[in-house]
């Protein structure tokens, strides 16, 4: 079934411009669905999230938003730097893998209280709203540091398709990059979102036993994410 949706995808990137449009959203979204990778970034936003204490909706939004900003940041960046020097895009070594891997860890041992992150903001205290947004974009960084290789990897047939248009239609090549990024950016949305929305209907604060579960939780797929990238 699944590598029916990437057949149907692919005959679809190379279709009409609408439907290439389409297929190119779609893709995005199924490369956090489908990847074990990418799929970490959900416990990583939400457990990060569930840590900031009581927040509203809207600062919930904002926060996944400023996350999956870095993530986009890193990932263009690593991207440009490897292709400028001749490596597969993404491809940051095995050493690379290992120091983010190593990394994972450590914000997976924060999440379960075991160490402490003051950078990244601790719950109860009057700075985490401004430290809120500053270790979200920071977590963003790394994650997209960590994925790179894999995100090329699977973007690769709609890269193939962007670059073939870009001779002949600059506006639809960008736009199948610009819509693949916000189907991939909109699952750490909506997941980082549905935190805050969650937190205000059972009235949760940072104490509440079930947003400690689900720190802990988050705080041990996190770290199995980073095991994830070094046996990889």
């Given amino acids: 079934m699944i590598q029916s949706l990437f057949d149907w995808l692919f005959r679809a990137l190379e279709s009409s411009a609408e439907l290439a449009l389409a297929a190119s959203f779609i893709w995005g979204l199924s490369s956090i669905l489908l990847s074990p990778c990418h799929l970490s970034s959900v416990p990583l936003i939400v457990g990060y999230i569930d840590g900031q204490g009581r927040v509203e909706t809207r600062r919930a939004f904002l926060l996944s938003l400023i996350f999956s900003s870095g993530v986009l940041i890193t990932i263009a960046t690593v991207g440009l730097i490897t292709g400028l020097l001749g490596r597969m895009l993404g491809d940051i070594g095995r050493f690379g893998n290992a120091a983010v891997a190593v990394i994972f860890m450590i914000v997976g041992l924060y999440l379960l209280e075991v160490i402490p992150l003051p950078f990244l903001g601790k719950s109860g205290q009057p700075t ?3 430290r809120g ?3 979200a974009f920071l977590m963003g960084l790394l994650f997209g540091l960590a994925v790179g290789p894999c995100t090329f990897a699977y973007m690769a047939p709609m890269l193939g398709v962007a670059f073939k248009a870009a ?4 506006v639809l090549s960008v736009s199948l990059v ?3 990024a ?3 950016c909109s699952v750490i949305v909506l997941a980082g979102t549905f935190t805050g929305i969650l937190q ?3 009235n949760w ?3 509440s036993k079930g947003a400690v579960v689900v720190k802990k939780i988050c705080g041990v797929l996190v770290i199995l994410a980073g095991v994830y990238l070094i046996f990889r």
């Fill in 128 to 130: 985490v709203k401004k």
């Fill in 205 to 207: 604060n940072e104490r």
């Fill in 133 to 135: 947004a500053s270790g």
């Fill in 200 to 202: 205000k209907y059972l």
């Fill in 167 to 170: 001779s002949s239609n600059l």
């Fill in 178 to 180: 610009l819509l693949y």
């Fill in 182 to 184: 916000a189907g991939h």
